[in-house]
């Protein structure tokens, strides 16, 4: 007999699947299906359905259902000023940690650049992903963390469907390592302005990149 599966399984995979895009945007989740799938009762599914309502990837329609929401322009580029808001705040404050070993954010961006040289972008998005929340769960302020950490399921997502953003991933490591430098040298100031300008620089090419995209009305870029 098959052991139950239990409301978080269902929940982790559900919302990998839909972060491989293996269930896309759109699509309709049916509690009664994925109790069949998964051999359990409704409730478990109910659960981890408003578990990723909660995490903001589902929306729903009155009588007809719960399905994967889209992601739109507006979308993109609200996830990355709240990350701007998020991080520029995180790193203000880990520059004043005096006891934080900065060797580990320094050895995620070596094994980024690494990777460019590998052409593994999958292993570069992983790391970027890494170094980034390392600075947001080290900063000791646990709503920053715990904020990060709910957003970056929405950042993967935009990983997901568009691929095409990234800008120059050599960029990044250049201004990962600027970065580093002005946390070492306590320079809070400095690190905020350049993740504000880091984040900028990925909105705008988003913008760019999907105001090409679109027929409709165009999208204003931010100041750097």
């Not at 990777?115 to 900063?139: G, N, P, V």
């Not at 646990?142 to 990983?159: G, P, T």
């Amino acid at each position: 007999m098959r052991p139950p599966v239990s409301t978080s399984a269902i929940y982790e995979d559900l919302k990998k699947k839909i972060m491989k895009g293996e269930i896309r945007s759109g699509e309709f989740l049916f509690e009664t299906q994925l109790a069949e799938a998964y051999g359990v009762s409704r409730t478990p599914v109910r659960q981890a359905i408003k578990l990723l309502d909660a995490d903001g990837l589902l929306a729903n329609i009155p009588r007809k259902g719960t399905y994967v929401k889209f992601l739109s322009a507006e979308d993109v580029i609200s996830v990355y000023q709240a990350a701007e808001a998020l991080e520029g705040m995180a790193v203000a404050l880990l520059a004043l940690q005096e006891d934080y070993d900065f060797s580990v954010l320094e050895k995620l961006n070596r094994k980024m650049q690494e990777s460019l040289q590998d052409s593994d972008i999958t292993a570069w998005c992983k790391l970027d992903e890494s170094f980034h929340a390392e600075i947001c769960k080290s900063c000791g302020n646990e709503i920053i963390a715990h904020l990060y950490d709910s957003l970056k399921i929405n950042m993967r997502r935009v990983r997901v469907f568009y691929s095409s953003l990234w800008h120059d991933k050599e960029t990044s490591c250049k201004e990962h390592m600027e970065l580093v430098r002005h946390l070492k040298e306590g320079k809070g100031e400095d690190a905020s302005a350049l993740i504000r300008h880091h984040y900028r620089s990925v909105i705008n090419h988003a913008v760019t990149i999907l105001n090409l995209e679109s027929s409709g009305s165009k999208i204003k870029t931010l100041p750097l």
